[in-house]
T-cell receptor, first 112, second 112 residues
Framework: DGGITQSPKYLFRKEGQNVTLSCEQN?????MYWYRQDPGQGLRLIYY???????QKGDIAEGYSVSREKKESFPLTVTSAQKNPTAFYLC???????????FGEGSWLTVV | KQEVTQIPAALSVPEGENLVLNCSFT??????LQWFRQDPGKGLTSLLL?????REQTSGRLNASLDKSSGRSTLYIAASQPGDSATYLC???????????FGKGTSLLVTP
């Protein structure tokens, strides 16, 4: 089945550690996105990529990094510089900007 | 910056009622508007996409309208069912933007 796969579903990070969240899509979509969701809040854009080997910062990129070496993959690294990383992280993709956007099931990150 | 507001934040209705969820946005220069559904702890599912040139879209018991000039959209749910219980999110893509700006959502509970 076509879709977006995020892993792991749950992740615990010790303070000072970097962690990487995986996002893979088999929809042949050019655009991919990472959003963060905090309880009772809307989604906020971290990074987005319109094409392979290109990505742009969103509204809250500080403390995060991404890569887009393959069309189907857009991993997000939460670095130790992100002071409040506990949140629900959602990866999404669309054919191009302006089209229906499809989301993965999300990854929960907790700092312990 | 585009601001998206959803009212009410929470809504409880008995099964069978028709209901309306509201979404407003501050910048009318939009490319499209999307409505999503989110179940607890899950990713988002796209319900309806309205392009800026359209006034409404329909899918089954759902109807979404768009009034760009007033910066408003409504999601109409007919004959509500307990399975409709979820959080409904409105998101806007601006002409000058590159990704979606989300509202905080309306949490809907449909009681049997």
């Amino acid at each position: 089945d076509g879709g977006i796969t995020q892993s792991p579903k749950y992740l615990f990070r010790k303070e000072g550690q970097n962690v990487t969240l995986s996002c893979e899509q088999n929809l042949n979509h050019d655009a991919m996105y990472w959003y963060r969701q905090d309880p009772g809040q809307g989604l906020r854009l971290i990074y987005y990529s319109q094409i392979v080997n290109d990505f742009q910062k969103g509204d809250i990129a500080e403390g995060y990094s991404v890569s887009r070496e393959k069309k189907e993959s857009f991993p997000l690294t939460v670095t130790s510089a992100q002071k409040n990383p506990t949140a629900f992280y959602l990866c999404a993709s669309s054919i191009t900007d302006g089209n229906t956007i499809y989301f993965g099931e999300g990854s929960w990150l907790t700092v312990v | 910056k585009q601001e998206v507001t959803q009212i009410p934040a929470a809504l409880s209705v008995p099964e069978g009622e028709n209901l309306v969820l509201n979404c407003s946005f501050t910048d009318s220069a939009i490319y499209n508007l999307q409505w999503f559904r989110q179940d607890p702890g899950k990713g988002l599912t796209s319900l309806l996409l309205i392009q800026s040139s359209q006034r409404e879209q329909t899918s089954g018991r759902l109807n979404a309208s768009l009034d760009k000039s007033s910066g408003r959209s409504t999601l109409y749910i007919a004959a509500s069912q307990p399975g409709d219980s979820a959080t409904y999110l409105c998101a806007v893509e601006s002409n000058s933007g590159y990704a979606l700006n989300f509202g905080k959502g309306t949490s809907l509970l449909v009681t049997p």
